[in-house]
């Protein structure tokens, strides 16, 4: 019932070759290792780094070639996952799918498997800057330590998406984002708060920090980096286990103990799943 996470405020800056943005994810990767943690997450377009590499005439790759480092990005999280015996949230990844780019977090099993989450919100940044599709399903996945869900950014902002993959049984929502300022940080910051006490779930959050001066719209980064319970005994009373110092290129650790969730749905100060009013809103657990 218990389960060590961290999360990696990763730093953005331009980079020469894939190899180095392997050797930098590496040293986070071992970094996690040497603390004994068993999930590690990366943030919400930290990929992005490799069109810093450029096309060998000065100038920075589009968001459009990002997907052929696809094939890469995940041999080389295979590696790792299977090397430490971690599952590895490695982030998300922009791939092509039909002719369209889907923002996709992957989900690195120490067996090699590979499990996908598309972000299913999409921003209009996004959108209109960058012709992002949308995903149109979610999934919640076992680990030999429970059942979690990846819900990637503005995902954290809806509430009715996080209540269906607790009804699914999801008992560790992990959020990799990306924002570029205050407002769009504090919002995905605040709503996993929200969720966190809708839910009685955890919820573990990091985002991007750093600069990347030649690519398009990731000039900018805010992130830290965060593992957010419930408020109520037996956790911290503002619900922060740990979090990182912002914008600082850095990793946080925590111990999750699935059992104090049911502690808190069963006994708490506040039964908040049990007392949903599902005479007034729809029951998602019926549902599934």
């Not at 299913?120 to 209109?128: G, K, Q, R, W």
Request: aromatic content about 10%.
């Amino acid at each position: 019932m218990k389960l060590r996470v961290s999360a990696v405020q990763y730093h953005l800056h331009t980079i020469q070759s894939f190899e180095e943005f392997a050797k930098q994810c590496e040293h986070y990767i071992k970094t996690a290792q040497e603390f004994g943690s068993e999930f590690i997450l990366f943030p919400e377009f930290f990929t992005t780094q490799l069109l810093s590499i450029g096309n060998g005439e000065g100038e920075s790759l589009s968001i459009d070639e990002l997907p052929s480092f696809t094939e890469q990005y995940k041999s080389l999280f295979t590696k790792f996952a299977k090397e430490t015996n971690m599952h590895i949230i490695a982030g998300t990844h922009v791939i092509k799918k039909n002719d369209r780019l889907y923002n996709v977090a992957h989900l690195f099993y120490p067996d090699g498997r590979i499990a996908e989450q598309a972000k299913l919100h999409i921003t209009p940044t996004e959108v209109e800057e960058w012709n992002m599709s949308a995903g149109d399903g979610l999934e919640v996945f076992d680990t030999d330590k429970g059942r979690i869900a990846v819900l990637t950014c503005y995902d954290i902002e809806f509430p009715e998406i996080v209540r269906m993959a607790k009804a699914k049984g999801a008992d560790v929502i992990f959020c990799p984002s990306c924002t570029d300022d205050r407002h769009g940080f504090h919002r995905v910051r605040y709503t996993s708060h929200a969720r966190a006490i809708e839910n009685q779930v955890y919820v573990v959050l990091t985002g991007t920090v750093g600069s990347l001066p030649t690519v398009d719209f990731m000039r900018g980064n805010f992130g830290q980096a965060a593992v957010i319970t419930p408020n109520d005994v037996p956790f911290p009373p503002q619900g922060i286990m740990v979090q990182g110092e912002i914008n600082d290129d850095m990793i946080v650790t925590a111990d999750l103990d699935l059992s104090l969730l049911y502690e808190v749905r069963e006994r708490g100060s506040v039964t908040t799943w049990r007392d949903r009013r599902v005479d007034l809103y729809p029951d998602w657990e019926k549902s599934e």
